[in-house]
């Protein structure tokens, strides 16, 4: 069992701590149904005094005294979570103490938003300014005598929480679990694909859509799709132009260019599998749309999405 803690203060946004929260317990269930898995997540909500906590939004949530646990200053990875009550607890000689127990004994200390301030309060400095000759340690960093297991990003707790996971548990599960977590990616044709939930759409027009859709990885003919809508062809290119903005042949290609461009970001697939998989056919042909509709090829495209050294 591997100990996360979130210590939060009043006034925390309720989001970003909450995806780390999902995050760990995401993990948990993913590797339930794994093989030879054995880590798990125990995660728990810290406050300095225990008891209720308010985040931005004004919904509490209930937390334990950060020395109310058993574990409470040795954590796998501890965050300290930002808001306007961090400003108050950088005065609070008790708390800074625990964190610097805490920091020295976990294996990662990481700060959210105004979290930060607490941690330089507490004597640590920020990456930045590593190189001081103070003697401070920079936040962020694995306890002396441990190798750093994941790459860290101090300006994306979810990602470092990612990393932590995709180092216990594996790629796969680590890639699972940002699915389960982290919003959908958009792309160009995002806002095009979305029309379909307009109640300007009618209802006909919208199954087509999504036919067309679901179908996409196949060669389709746009009269199945009229037949589909009960229409003439020439009726349902008309109606479903001047519904969705777009042509019938056109909203399948924005389908198969936005499909292309997520495999392209979350996977390792040659881009000639992706191709064929989005009913494009080649990588050439795929190639080619991608010139004509974003001005970069595929591997250009997944170079600019995926900077080296992300997971």
Not at 165 to 175: C, K, Y
Not at 283 to 306: D, I, M, N, W
């Amino acid at each position: 069992m591997k100990h996360i803690g979130i210590a939060l203060f009043n006034g925390f946004a309720l989001p970003e701590a909450a995806s780390i929260v999902e995050a760990f317990h995401s993990a948990n269930t993913l590797a339930d149904s794994a093989p030879h898995s054995v880590t798990r997540y125990d995660v728990r909500l810290l406050s300095t005094t225990g008891g209720r906590i308010a985040s931005s939004s004004l919904v509490f949530v209930w937390t334990d005294s950060v020395e109310a646990l058993r574990h409470a200053d040795n954590f796998d990875a501890l965050f300290i979570a930002g808001g306007e009550g961090v400003h108050n607890a950088t005065g609070d000689e008790r708390l800074l103490t625990w964190l610097r127990r805490a920091y020295c004994r976990s294996e990662l200390v990481l700060p959210i938003a105004e979290g930060r301030f607490l941690l330089e309060a507490a004597g640590f400095a920020h990456p930045s300014n590593s190189g001081r000759d103070d003697g401070s340690m920079p936040y962020g960093s694995r306890r002396p005598g441990l190798e750093p297991k994941a790459s860290l990003d101090v300006s994306n707790p979810l990602q470092t929480a990612l990393s932590v996971i995709q180092d216990d548990l594996g790629a796969e599960i680590a890639r699972k679990t940002a699915e389960c977590v982290a919003p959908p990616a958009t792309t160009h044709f995002t806002s095009t694909l979305r029309r379909t939930a307009s109640p300007s759409v009618s209802e006909r027009l919208r199954d087509s859509a999504h036919w067309l859709e679901a179908n996409s990885g196949r060669a389709v003919a746009i009269d199945e799709a009229a037949q589909l809508a009960a229409m003439s062809e020439r009726n349902f290119l008309r109606r479903f132009k001047a519904e969705m903005g777009v042509t019938p042949s056109d909203y399948l290609a924005y389908v198969r260019l936005d499909r292309s461009c997520r495999l392209l970001v979350e996977t390792t697939l040659p881009v000639d599998k992706i191709a064929r998989r989005c009913g494009v056919g080649s990588g050439g042909q795929l190639a080619k749309l991608f010139r004509k509709h974003l001005a970069v090829t595929p591997t250009e495209y997944r170079a600019s999405k995926r900077p080296s050294g992300a997971w």
